[in-house]
């Protein structure tokens, strides 16, 4: 049987439909009785489908360079 510790390390590929069949359908029979992985299984699908449906914008590379620029430094800052 599958315990929760499981599915939160198979999540990504469960979500992506790449586990073998027999695992997927011991996963979805655990998430139809497990109060605590389907409310967290329904909420990362969803934000995963959100995600997947931003649309992407091409930023001009002087906006680009001034992010990093800003990265780098706050990253010196915190070592």
């Not at 198979?10 to 695992?23: A, F, N, R, T």
């Not at 969803?46 to 449906?53: D, E, M």
């Not at 906006?63 to 915190?78: A, D, G, M, Y």
């Amino acid at each position: 049987m599958v315990e929760c510790k499981e599915i939160l390390e198979l999540l990504s590929e469960l979500i992506d439909g790449e586990l073998e069949h027999g695992l997927e359908a011991e996963i979805l029979e655990h998430l139809g009785h497990c109060e605590c992985c389907s409310p967290f299984i329904h909420t990362f699908k969803r934000t995963v489908t959100l995600c997947r449906s931003i649309e992407t914008i091409d930023v001009p590379e002087e906006v680009h360079e001034e992010f990093w620029q800003v990265i780098r430094v706050e990253i010196r800052k915190n070592r």
